[in-house]
């Protein structure tokens, strides 16, 4: 680990208020942060402008929930993220991803064909730095403009957060909860 969480003598007011636009005040400490918000407070200037961006994504992103989170998991799969993966399984789950999804997100295949095409952007993404103008058109039979744009800059955070959590070497908080890999 080349980052620990913050230690709970160091959460002052400062910390707080990063966290707030995320966190309610009952879980703006060690326990209840997790680990990665309990380390990215290490700077809370930046926790908090990044926290803008993710709030966005996660609740107030024009993407359908199911598929922000197979994008999600694509990336924390490509990126071997254990923490982002762990955390977003439970989180697809609840939005609709089924465990056959779950399983063929890790090696980028789905039945259905349009998740195949979400899946095959995030790929491109991750490889090319750029969405084909092939899988641009495949991607607005379903998603007006806006949505491809939350789809860009959902798999570009979640790439940032697993550079940074493989990085720090952020600890699962609940390794048993269910399968990480």
Known sequence: MLLAP?????????VQRALAPMLPAAR????????????MVHHPALTKAFLG???????GSTLPERLRELAILRVAARGDAAYEWHHHVDMGRQAGLTDADIAGIRTGTATDEFDQTVLRAVDELEDDH???????????????DQQRMDLIFTVGTYRTLACAFNTFGIQLDNPTAHETR
């Open 53 to 59: 961006l993710n709030v966005h994504l996660l609740f």
């Open 130 to 144: 750029r969405i084909s103008p092939d899988t641009w058109a495949a991607l607005g039979a379903r998603f007006d």
């Open 6 to 14: 913050l230690p709970a003598e160091a959460w002052g007011e400062e």
């Open 28 to 39: 703006r400490n060690p326990d209840g942060a997790g680990n990665a918000l309990a380390t």
